[in-house]
């Protein structure tokens, strides 16, 4: 009797106490990703407190290509183990059945604020996505200081790149830096590589693997020319470790002063220029170089986006959490303290925001010509898309394969695919 009056009464305190809880506060469940777990953390927290609310984040893996099997694990499973996601432009095709519609949630002008490209980038069959929440594009970080002591130009053209790396790493090794190196970048087989040959090849005018249409063009003779200029950085103004490096690898070679060019995305502003930084005054941030005269530089776009889980048991709260984090006002936080590029348009405009990046100006015409990786076209299919490709380039670098064979026999791959998958 005792006992059975002590669990009704239990039972009536979790019910109450279940009831109230939800109703007060909901405990949103979202991924902030490695690089910026700070400062994604930290305005997760603060919508919770503002809110009322509390979040649970999880640390995405430090490479973005493991968290496409993790999402898909989730989501294939419903889980309501999280509420929102953060999600790479080329996983939008992927992810589409498994993410909620934000077109009724998010007030239009809202919507409006952005880049009209990311919004497009977002909206399949009709429906919104995901928000957009920073723009990303390849840019070259060089050392102004050392291509001063040289006189040397910032290079517009890859070759005039290896030209100056070659003779700056030359000239600093003579003077005794014994481990100084041209120029690194992201060798390693992952979508980061995609993006960097990507670059090499569209600024050759030797197209995006795959065109709107859904047409493979990677076998062509300027994408070769591009991979086959690639292959002779590695060794010689490349460390042959480059072809395992990702952004962070990359970033900390040039961030400790070894290299004298970095490719990278906007945020190594934030992270080379951080007050007591070595580098703090002697980095120069430029759109990336053309593979010949009258091409355009092609910077790998990439913008980042925050979704809401269909699965999700609190789906107003994390549509509310998504708000905050990609709103104008977080946009710019972002901006000023980790150089992260807004989508939000006006930011653009915003004093302090341009004080605190002043490079934001040749950004923007980066922005303006970077190039889409083909997923729109591939959807689905993308991932295996950017994996042959990606394979294929490696096997150019490490002298495995010869650039022009390695072309057709990749086209060849990817017509195979395309009758498949019917894109
Ligand atoms: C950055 C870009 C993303 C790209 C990834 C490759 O995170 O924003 O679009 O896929 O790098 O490593």
Redesign the pocket.
């Known amino acids: 009797m005792k006992i059975a009056t002590l669990s009704l009464a239990a039972a009536l305190a979790a019910v109450t106490a279940g009831v109230a809880g939800h109703a007060e506060a909901a405990t949103v469940k979202l991924f902030c990703g490695a690089t910026d777990y700070d400062l994604c953390s930290s305005a997760a927290e603060a919508w919770a407190k503002q809110s009322g609310n509390s979040v649970s984040i999880n640390k995405m893996p430090a490479s973005?290509d493991d968290a496409v099997p993790l999402y898909q694990q989730m989501l294939a499973a419903k889980s309501t183990d999280v509420d929102v996601l953060v999600i790479?432009?080329?996983w939008m095709g992927m992810l589409k059945n498994h993410l909620l519609d934000l077109g009724t949630m998010v007030p239009k002008e809202e919507v409006a604020a952005h880049f009209p490209t990311t919004i497009d980038a977002a909206t399949i069959d009709g429906q919104l996505l995901a928000l957009p929440w920073y723009m990303?594009t390849g840019l070259i970080f060089y050392r102004k200081d050392l291509l001063e002591k040289y006189g040397k130009a910032v290079p517009k053209t890859w070759t005039e790149l290896t030209d100056t790396a070659k003779a700056v790493q030359d000239g600093e090794r003579k003077a005794g830096n014994a481990d100084m190196w041209g120029f690194v970048w992201?060798g390693k087989s992952?979508?980061?590589l995609t993006?960097d040959a990507i670059e090499w090849v569209a600024s050759t005018g030797g197209g995006t693997i795959i065109d709107a249409k859904g047409d493979v063009t990677i076998d062509n003779p300027k994408a070769a020319q591009a991979l086959t200029l690639a292959h002779s950085w590695v060794d010689t103004i490349s460390p042959p470790g480059v072809l395992g490096y990702?952004?962070e690898s990359s970033r900390a070679v040039f961030e400790s002063g070894k290299a004298v060019f970095l490719r990278n995305?906007p945020y190594v502003w934030g992270t080379s220029q951080t007050a007591g930084g070595a580098l703090v005054g002697k980095v120069g941030v430029a759109a990336l170089p053309v593979g010949a005269a009258g091409e355009k530089s092609s910077g790998c776009l990439?913008p980042?986006y925050l979704g809401v889980s269909k699965y999700s048991e609190n789906k107003k709260e994390a549509v509310d959490l998504i708000r905050y984090m990609t709103g104008a006002a977080d946009q710019k936080r972002r901006a000023i303290q980790g150089a992260y590029n807004p989508t939000v348009s006006a930011l653009y405009e915003d004093p302090e925001v341009l004080a605190k990046l002043p490079f934001l100006k040749d950004t923007q015409a980066a922005f303006a010509d970077s190039v889409a990786r083909p997923s729109a076209a591939t959807g689905a299919s993308y991932n295996r898309v950017s994996q042959a490709f990606s394979k294929s380039v490696h096997a150019v670098l490490t002298g495995d394969e010869q650039p022009d064979a390695a072309v057709a026999a990749l086209a060849k791959e990817l017509d195979r695919l395309r009758q498949r998958a019917k894109w």
Do not use: N, S
């Open positions: 973005w790479d432009v080329i990303d992201q992952y979508e980061g993006c990702d952004e995305w990439g980042a």
